[in-house]
Every structure is written in structure tokens, then in C-alpha cells.
């Protein structure tokens, strides 16, 4: 499980128990907007959680309907999630993105093809910033501010990327590489 899920999972159970479902429906919510942070599984990791000691699970039986799992934080959760919090703050990793990799084999690209590769990334890119945009005027409304900071940060990103491939249509263009 990569450490930044485990810092999500322990985070939304630090402030109350949670069932599953409503752990991944959180997840779902806000974090699928942004990119790097995958839950394939949310049980899988529970359970490795759980067996780790950092997260208990009890069952909640009902007549009609199957039993019900609810996870809660236990101490050992508690201050691994701080760990991960501080640690966090202060890890610094450049930023991965897979145009990179492309860039590196342009010269085995016609130019034709490589203006309307980067128009497409183009086209994703800003319709992402809408995305992004109005997520951002439900939230500024609401002003939670740590959000609001997520959203600040993504949003920046996201107009330099806008702002680099725009540049670098141009250059091919200015380079009569059509």
C-alpha cells in the first residue's frame, strides 16, 4: 500500500469510526479529482491496516441485511497517521508526468502528428481545469480552507501545464515543423 493512501485511510478515521463504504465514498468524492492517489481495493487496505494494529474493526450484525464492518483508529493508527502527516509536509518529489517520457522521442514523430497530440493534451488539460474551477466555487463558498489550499495548489499546476504546451505548440509552429 503506497503511503499516501495510508495517510488518507488513517486521516478520515481519525476524527470517527467509519464503515467502509463510507471511507471509499469519501475517497471517491474528493480525492478522485486528483491524480497519483488510486484505491483499487479500499478493503485490502483496511484489512492491511488492521493487521498491522493501526485500525480495528467491529462488526455491527442485522437481522435483514449482511454484517456491517466499522473501522476505527487505534493508538498505533493514531500516531502513524502523525508520522505520515509530518512526513508529508516535508517530502519533496518532483512531479511525474508521462509527457516527459514523450518529449524525449519527438524526433521519432512526425511534426504534424506531435502538434495534434499536444492539441489533444491541450483539449484535457483545460477541460480538467474547468473540472477543477468548479469544484473550486463549491468549496470557496463553503471556505474550508484546507481544501480550498488543495485546490489552489492543483489549480496552479494544471495552468502551468495549459501554459507549457501551449508554448510548445508554438515553438513547433514557429519552427515550421508543420
Avoid: C, W
Amino acid at each position: 500500500m503506497k503511503l499516501e493512501q495510508e495517510l488518507v485511510i488513517l486521516g478520515l478515521l481519525s476524527d470517527k469510526p467509519r464503515h467502509g463504504y463510507e471511507i471509499k465514498k469519501q475517497i471517491n468524492d474528493f480525492f478522485f479529482y486528483f491524480p497519483g492517489l488510486e484505491y483499487k481495493s479500499i478493503y485490502y487496505s483496511l484489512n492491511s491496516l488492521e493487521q498491522k494494529g493501526m485500525v480495528k474493526k467491529t462488526v455491527t450484525a442485522s437481522k435483514n441485511r449482511p454484517d456491517k464492518y466499522v473501522y476505527s483508529l487505534t493508538q498505533k493508527g493514531r500516531d502513524r497517521f502523525k508520522l505520515l502527516l509530518d512526513k508529508s509536509f516535508i517530502h519533496i518529489q518532483r512531479p511525474y508526468f508521462g509527457i516527459d517520457v514523450s518529449l524525449f522521442f519527438l524526433p521519432y514523430l512526425k511534426p504534424a502528428s506531435i502538434k495534434i497530440k499536444l492539441r489533444a493534451r491541450l483539449r484535457i488539460l483545460k477541460k480538467i481545469e474547468q473540472g477543477i474551477l468548479q469544484i473550486y466555487t463549491t468549496f470557496q463558498q463553503q471556505k474550508p480552507s484546507h481544501l480550498v489550499a488543495i485546490l489552489d495548489h492543483n489549480l496552479e499546476l494544471i495552468k502551468e501545464e495549459i501554459s507549457f504546451t501551449s508554448g510548445l505548440i508554438g515553438r513547433l509552429s514557429k519552427n515550421s515543423l508543420s
